[in-house]
């Protein structure tokens, strides 16, 4: 069984670029959901996808966004890259089968902006 | 009433001490609460999790105590180990739309051999 796998590990970005980075969920999981998790805190939600669509949204601007593809990998993006957007970005995967589902993290991206 | 609140910040134990790490949680609607460990450069790791219809369960040496009433659960790791030193973070998750986990601040524990 494949575990959660993210790209790139490390990123640099400067103030106002763009960023796109990756995320193929567990074997068998059909849900993957972001998180933010600054140094020393704990992870904050983004958004959740299900079947392709966004399932639910924490308190993000619009300039994050996401995919799911059909082969339930995922991608998050972030436009206008601020000073503070530097931090951990988490993917988790789940299978989503009714009721809290455990939820499996990657070892994240880590993003630095400057 | 999103917030789970976890304490102490840091906690420094003897090698086969028990640690105790406890959080609280205000919203009565989760219904899914898990632990998990943090190493340094890596991504969170699913320890245990227990549900509000029981009030305790082992697995291995990791211990979850729930106390409905109070709405507060707590880890307890037994024979705490030098390679338990982590980061822990309790959360809790709702059934009700996307099930995003809210986690608490986090545990820095440190096991002295």
């Known amino acids: 069984e494949t575990g959660v796998t993210q790209s790139p590990t490390h990123l640099i970005k400067t103030r106002g670029q763009q960023v796109t980075l990756r995320c193929s969920s567990q074997s068998g999981h059909n849900t993957v959901s972001w998180y933010q998790q600054a140094l020393g805190q704990g992870p904050q939600f983004i958004f959740q996808?299900?079947?392709?669509?966004?399932?639910g949204r924490g308190n993000f601007p619009p300039r994050f966004s996401g995919l799911q593809f059909p082969n339930y990998s995922s991608e998050l993006n972030v436009n206008a890259l601020e000073l503070d957007d530097s931090a951990l970005y988490l993917c988790a995967s789940s299978l989503a089968s009714g009721g809290a589902y455990e939820q499996y993290f990657g070892p994240g991206t880590r993003l630095t902006v400057t | 009433q999103q917030q789970v609140k976890q304490s102490p910040q840091s906690l420094i134990v003897q090698k086969g001490g028990i640690p105790i790490i406890n959080c609280a949680y205000e919203n009565t609607a989760f219904d899914y609460f898990p632990w998990y460990q943090q190493f340094p450069g890596k991504g969170p790791a699913l320890l245990i999790a227990i549900r509000p219809d029981v009030s305790e369960k082992k697995e291995g040496r990791f211990t979850i105590s729930f106390n409905k009433s109070a709405k507060q659960f707590s880890l307890h790791i037994m024979d705490s180990q030098p390679g338990d030193s982590a980061t822990y973070f309790c959360?809790?998750?709702?059934?009700?739309?996307?099930?995003?986990?809210?986690f608490g601040q986090g545990t820095r524990l440190t096991i002295n051999p």
């Open positions: 996808y299900y079947r392709e669509e966004e399932n």
């Open positions: 959360a809790a998750s709702r059934p009700q739309g996307a099930q995003k986990l809210v």
